[in-house]
Structure formats: structure tokens, C-alpha cells
């Protein structure tokens, strides 16, 4: 890693980028396969968990990753500093890593997930405003944006990465072996922390107490005391209000915490009122768009496993079967007359698979000529790619796109016509709202899912919404850093977690819904029409917060 000194990017950069790099390798790794190992029968060495459940866990366990920033982040402002909540949450992430894979037994699981999910609290605000605070001083200040979107693109080399090394590691090893390999990853990040330390020392700095600031013991009495009665409320209350009891208990929980950060906005004094109002209306535009961008792991994934055309080239099969990047199964015709539009493995109460395993249910939809081939060969392997190599698919796009989005943006700012943070959210949200019309394309060319389509279609629907998530995700953290009062930075990222959160646990929700919908077209079509409310909303807004950036000083 080489310190030389630019005017554009401070030293700190590399060592930030590379550690969150490894820190997202860990945690995609896990998410690309987190549905995959649930659903899978228990004699292949998965929970057995039908289809439905594992949306609802998946929801809960994301949303519950970005829910515990509201805490950490405090902690972080005002005790621990932002170092040391990195090394804890860490630790503690990889560790949970770790457990995913060598404890089997379903509690030890869930606590392992535990541990995943307050070592994020931990780190994931305290990186982001690390990284912001090495951005404060001249000459670096104007290239805040772009240090943001270099630092998008170091979390998005690991999720890419990460899909590849799962996929090798499960078919060679096993799952257990798999989500080991997140925990190696997430210490690796935290040894480039540590070698990096001295060049991001300086933007470890706990912002002074002033008269009216948020107390801890008002934190932990006012806000989450009051969260856990209500996620537990939400649990006890008979039927579901949401669903399921754990979406109840969720959304229960969220209630005092987006009470809280609204008080934080009615109390702020003249100079803090506009820029906390601003930064909240960000929030509730950006929640819309993560409920359907973290479907990648639900809905999408369901896309890949059951209606894309996994089938291997057979120039291709040899090579990557050799790199265990390729699943080879064994085409068995007297399964494939049982026919189940649904595409769910059947399981008996033990979790063992009945009739068919998930090779056998790929078949069920698969292009007629390719069947009759197989049909006439059943001894021959067929070899399919793993279903969790599409989730490298976004961090793919992403890697290409940022220098080419960068790169634009900075060229219509020579022209002096660069937009607005503010603008560049509203800007992603339309753009994410058109990548729901591409899988609604991709319905109608599966005619709604009788037979198999093109890897392309899922392709091209992530590449459009990946520039919107690049002018909206980084932004997000951008705005965040640029509009915060600064001795609530870190809770301010935490406030813009805790919409992700929300839109997380929602995105479980909506995905749950998949097997309701007779027409499939219907289930992209009510994502299309929710992010153009989010448009709209934005619009509507942007006036004002544009308004406000301008009297920050800020663009």
C-alpha cells in the first residue's frame, strides 16, 4: 500500500477502502447465500426452512444490521471514539461469521447472527464517518463525493469477490466452510485498519458535549429500553398486524427510535433545525428504495435459482468444474413429471426433501429442446452455475460503472452544471424505478415462468439499478456527512442506517409476497409504482433541501 500524498484524496483512503472491502466481503458472502443454505434440504446440509420463513429471517436480519448503527453510532460519538468502535464490531462480526458455519444447532445460529448484527452497529457508522472526517480539511474537501464513491466502489469489489469464494468453497467443502471463509475475510480488514492507523488517526476526533446534547442514559432509557418493550408487544399481539410476529416486533421496535429522531429535529436549535429536517427527508425517500434493492437477496435470488438459465456452455464445463465454480448434477427424468408451479422443494417434517431435490425442480421449467436432450442422455451430468454467483452480478456493474458515473459528474461540473447531492438521490431513484420494467420484461419473455430466460435479463435489470444505487447510496453517506451538526455525525449515519434498516425489513416483507402473486409481472410492477412514489416525494422536496444545501455552503 503506498502513502503518497495527492491534492485530491488524503493518505487514510487505501487503508478505509481496503478494510471495509474485506469488512463487505464477509457480510455479502454471507447474504448470497444466507436463502439458499435456509431453504436447502437437511440431507444437504441445510435448515430445511420453507421458502416464506426464509424471506421473513433474511428481512429481519438485514434490517436488524442497519438498526443497531442508531446505537453504535451514538456510542461511537460520544465514548468509545470511532477507532475502537471499529476494532469491537469487528471482532464481534467476525466472530459471528465464524459461528454461522461451525454451529449447527439452530440456537447457536441465531446467536451467531446476533453477533453480526451488533458488530455492525459498531462499525458500519464509524468507517463512514471516519472516512468523512479525513475530507473536512483542504485540499480534500471539494472531492468528498468522489471519496465516497472510490470508497462504494472498495465495498463492491468485496461483494464481488465474496460470490466467487462462496461458491467455491460450498461445492468443494460445504456450507459450513463457507461462511468461515466471511470471518477470515472480516480479520484481514481489520489488520489493513490497523496497518493503516497512523495516516487515520487524526480523524478519530469525539466532537465536545454542548449544553442540550443527547445523554446516553437518555438514549438507553428514552429510546431503547422503550424499542425492546415494543418489539416484544409486537411479538405477544395476537394474528399479525405485518405479516409475520417478527415483522410486527420489528416495525414495534422502530416506533420509539423514529420518534426519537424526530424530537432530535422539533428540539434543534435555529442553525441545526433545517439541515436534521433535510437529512430526514433523505431518510424516508431512501427506505423506499432499499425495500426494493435488497430483494437481491430474496426475490431476485428466487429469480435466479428457479427461472434463469443456469446451464453451463459445454466448452465452459470442464474448466470451471475443475475451479469449483459449477454445480454438477446428474439429470434424473423420473422426477421431472412432478410438476409444481411454485418451484419449492417439497420437505418432510424433518427437513429431509421429498420426491426431488432443487436440481431436480431446475429442470421443471427448462426449455423444451434442452429437456428432450437430457432426456435422451440421463446418464450425462448436467452442470449449472451457482445460483449465488448472480449476487457478484450488482458488484460487477457497480466496479464499472463508478469511474464512468464519477467521471460524468465531474464532468458537468467543469461545466459548472454538476446537480445537487439532493438531486442525484432523486435522479436514482427514477433510474432504480426502470430496472423493475427490465423484470417485468423478463416475466412476459418466460411467459410467467413456464420456461426458463437469458441470464441477460437478470443481468441488464441489476446494471440499470446499479447507477441508480450509485447516485443515491454513496450520496446518502455524502449528504449525511456534508448537513450533520458536527457533534452528531454518527448518529445522524446511524439515522441514515436505521432507514435502510426499515426499508431492509421491508424488502422481506415485499418478497414474502412472491408466491401470491399468479402473474409475476404484478410483484415488479408494485416495485416499479413504489419507486416512483419515492420519485415524486423526492421531487417534491427538492426545492427546499437544495435551498438548504446552498445555505450550508455545500452542493
Request: with cysteine.
Amino acid at each position: 500500500m503506498e502513502n503518497k500524498t495527492t491534492n485530491k484524496h488524503p493518505k487514510g483512503l487505501p487503508y478505509l477502502f481496503f478494510t471495509e472491502m474485506w469488512e463487505r466481503f464477509g457480510y455479502y458472502l454471507i447474504l448470497g447465500i444466507f436463502v439458499l443454505y435456509m431453504i436447502d434440504p437437511k440431507d444437504t446440509g441445510g435448515l430445511a426452512f420453507n421458502d416464506k420463513n426464509a424471506d421473513d429471517i433474511f428481512g429481519t436480519f438485514i434490517a436488524l444490521t442497519y438498526l443497531t448503527p442508531f446505537l453504535g453510532g451514538f456510542l461511537a460519538d460520544r465514548v468509545l471514539g470511532y477507532m475502537k468502535a471499529i476494532y469491537i464490531g469487528g471482532a464481534l462480526m467476525g466472530l459471528g461469521y465464524i459461528g454461522l458455519g461451525y454451529f449447527q444447532e439452530i440456537s447457536l445460529f441465531y446467536a451467531s447472527m446476533g453477533l453480526i448484527i451488533l458488530g455492525n452497529g459498531f462499525f458500519k457508522p464509524s468507517i463512514s464517518t471516519l472516512l468523512g472526517n479525513l475530507y473536512e480539511e483542504e485540499p480534500y474537501k471539494a472531492n468528498k463525493d468522489a471519496g465516497y464513491n472510490i470508497f462504494y466502489m472498495g465495498i463492491n469489489i468485496g461483494a464481488f469477490i465474496c460470490n466467487i469464494i462462496a461458491a467455491f468453497m460450498r461445492n468443494k467443502f460445504g456450507w459450513g466452510e463457507a461462511f468461515m471463509t466471511a470471518g477470515v475475510g472480516m480479520f484481514l480488514g481489520l489488520i489493513i485498519f490497523s496497518l493503516g492507523r497512523k495516516h487515520i488517526l487524526k480523524a478519530n476526533v469525539i466532537k465536545p458535549a454542548q449544553e442540550g446534547d443527547t445523554k446516553i442514559s437518555d438514549i438507553l432509557v428514552k429510546v431503547f429500553l422503550p424499542a425492546i418493550i415494543a418489539g416484544v408487544i409486537g411479538w405477544v399481539i395476537p394474528d399479525n398486524i405485518f405479516g409475520s410476529d417478527s415483522t410486527d416486533a420489528f416495525i414495534f421496535a422502530c416506533l420509539p427510535v423514529v420518534y426519537f429522531y424526530v424530537m432530535l429535529y422539533v428540539k434543534a436549535n435555529a442553525e441545526d433545525k433545517k439541515p436534521i429536517g433535510a437529512l430526514l427527508a433523505i431518510f424516508a425517500v431512501s427506505l423506499m428504495f432499499w425495500a426494493v434493492f435488497k430483494q437481491n437477496g430474496t426475490a431476485l435470488t428466487r429469480w435466479a435459482n428457479y427461472y434463469t438459465d443456469r446451464s453451463v456452455p459445454a466448452v465452459a464445463e470442464k474448466p470451471l468444474e475443475s475451479i469449483y465454480l459449477v454445480d454438477s448434477k446428474n439429470y434424473e427424468t423420473k422426477e421431472v413429471n412432478v410438476y409444481d408451479n411454485q418451484y419449492q422443494a417439497q420437505k418432510d417434517k424433518a427437513g429431509n426433501a421429498v420426491k426431488e431435490q432443487g436440481k431436480d425442480i431446475y429442470f421443471r421449467n427448462e426449455d423444451p429442446a434442452k429437456k428432450a436432450a437430457m432426456e435422451a442422455n440421463p446418464e450425462k451430468n448436467v452442470y449449472l452455475y451457482n445460483t449465488e454467483l448472480f449476487q457478484s452480478v450488482n458488484p460487477f456493474w457497480v466496479i464499472i460503472l463508478t469511474p464512468v458515473v464519477v467521471g460524468f459528474f465531474m464532468y458537468l461540473r467543469k461545466k459548472g452544471k454538476e446537480p445537487t447531492t439532493p438531486s442525484k438521490i432523486v435522479l436514482g431513484l427514477f433510474i432504480s424505478a426502470l430496472s423493475c420494467l427490465v423484470m417485468i420484461g423478463a416475466v412476459y419473455a418466460g411467459d410467467n415462468g413456464l420456461v426458463k430466460v437469458s441470464a441477460l435479463w437478470l443481468v441488464a435489470a441489476y446494471g440499470v439499478i446499479t447507477i441508480g444505487e450509485l447516485c443515491l447510496s454513496p450520496m446518502g453517506l455524502s449528504l449525511v456527512s456534508k448537513l450533520s451538526p458536527p457533534r452528531i455525525t454518527a448518529l445522524m449515519m446511524g439515522g441514515f442506517f436505521l432507514s435502510t434498516s426499515i426499508g431492509n425489513k421491508l424488502s422481506g416483507v415485499l418478497a414474502s409476497f412472491w408466491y401470491d402473486y399468479e402473474n409475476k409481472a404484478n410483484f415488479f410492477i408494485v416495485n416499479f409504482g413504489l419507486l416512483l412514489l419515492a420519485t415524486l416525494l423526492g421531487l417534491s422536496l427538492l426545492k427546499r433541501l437544495n435551498k438548504i444545501m446552498k445555505e450550508k455552503g455545500v452542493n
